[in-house]
């Protein structure tokens, strides 16, 4: 991003792009990310966080990227429960002093989730939205935007665009039960998704013999009569993405790489993509352009994510889109910025979740890097990054590992795992 007035950064993960605000426990889970975003941060930056940053993690993070800490403000907003950042920040009394922070001619706020919310507080605060000419731009994209961060809208569109996809059916939550019976008399084994999810979030998995006369067992998510999509499961070696970003101009790749996941949730990320599944790549790529040409058609700008399956056959499904920073959109600019004139042209890196025997604060963990000589060494250009703030619970870390080469990222991996005493999940 091309850096000259102000950008308020603005973390409000509690959206309904990719889930409804009912939601509240999952999206009060996701905003704990939001320290992260200070990675992002340039002289004259603000952040507003919908949680607190610890002084110890904000005085780390501008330490390396080397911005002074006195030249760019946080702004933390109390909780006031599920409700949009937006809303959260003028019943806290908190917009007369973001409107002066970005007082100067040529300001932007950049949302984490481009919503309506985040327009309409655009619109209050006279600023446009990045990277969009003007707030009536960021507006106009907001329905395409919605749409193809549903399983739904995906769907259509990548059969338009001609991408493979697992055998699916779209429906509501009463149609389920049967449409799941439909597809287990041709599959062994069906996934639930519901149409607005991000992260795996409600996602069911059935097998054949699994049902035993009862009906699917469902989240509330969507409400009684919410969108579903029904899918044959397929039999997965590898789940990949590849994140790009697009405008007027065209659509560019930014990385790609394989995830880690759980029962469908995502616990990680690797990149670049490991040999096993490089015969994916063009595949990928040529998906990705035709997803980044439809959305510039329909004036969508910026950063967007197409995820994937690699079945055991080496075959590559299409899976969904997300249309918004994910969760390796920041970690990828903060490697690209750390690594930028040091001796690591391409790294290599990941990011993952390490749960420690015994609880740490910040500067606990940070003495465990440096002490196992694990800590980012910006000559260096390698080493592991604590890319998010200390946990509530002092044990439950989320980090970045950057190296010169996929091997490096693997053996920090190990070595971190034993100096921080992680325990085996």
Not at 76 to 102: C, H, M
């Amino acid at each position: 991003m091309n850096k000259g007035s102000a950008v308020i950064f603005f973390a409000n993960f509690l959206s309904d792009l990719a889930v409804d605000l009912d939601e509240g426990e999952v999206l009060a889970q996701w905003a704990q990310q939001a320290p992260r975003k200070v990675w992002l941060l340039r002289p004259g930056d603000v952040l507003v966080s919908p949680v607190p940053l610890g002084k110890e993690f904000l005085e780390y993070v501008t330490g390396l990227t080397g911005v002074p800490s006195e030249s760019v403000t946080v702004i933390a907003v109390p909780p006031i429960g599920a409700v949009p950042l937006a809303q959260a920040v003028r019943q806290a009394g908190l917009t007369d002093r973001l409107r002066a922070l970005a007082g100067e001619p040529g300001a932007a706020l950049l949302p984490t989730a481009l919503d309506a919310s985040a327009i309409g507080f655009a619109r209050d605060l006279g600023l446009t939205v990045h990277p969009y000419s003007t707030v009536d731009d960021a507006a106009a994209a907001l329905k395409i935007t919605m749409r193809l961060n549903t399983k739904a809208g995906f769907r259509e569109v990548a059969e338009r665009l001609g991408m493979r996809l697992p055998a699916g059916q779209v429906c509501r939550r009463p149609e389920v039960d049967g449409a799941v019976r439909e597809f287990l008399g041709q599959y062994e084994r069906v996934v639930i998704k519901p149409d607005r999810s991000a992260g795996g979030h409600g996602m069911r998995f059935v097998a054949r013999g699994d049902l035993e006369g009862g009906s699917v067992e469902l989240d509330a998510i969507g409400g009684p009569v919410g969108m579903w999509v029904v899918e044959e499961r397929v039999d997965v070696s590898a789940s990949v993405s590849i994140q790009l970003e697009t405008n007027t101009s065209g659509t560019r790749v930014l990385f790609s790489g394989a995830m880690h996941t759980t029962q469908g949730s995502f616990t990680g990320y690797v990149s670049p993509l490991p040999p096993s599944c490089a015969h994916v790549a063009g595949e990928l790529e040529e998906w990705g352009l035709q997803l980044g040409r439809h959305l510039a058609d329909h004036g969508y700008a910026g950063p967007f994510g197409v995820d994937a399956l690699v079945s055991t056959d080496g075959a590559v499904y299409a899976d969904e889109s997300n249309i918004r920073r994910t969760a390796t959109t920041t970690p990828h600019t903060m490697v690209t910025r750390l690594t930028a004139g040091s001796a690591v042209a391409r790294p290599a890196w990941s990011v993952s979740n390490g749960y420690t025997r015994r609880p740490f604060n910040f500067e606990q963990a940070l003495a465990r890097l440096r002490e196992h000589h694990l800590a980012f060494d910006p000559a260096r250009g390698e080493g592991v990054v604590l890319y998010v703030d200390a946990p509530s619970d002092g044990r439950s870390w989320r980090y970045a590992v950057i190296s010169a080469n996929a091997d490096g990222v693997g053996e920090r991996d190990a070595r971190l795992s034993q100096a921080m005493e992680f325990e085996s999940i």
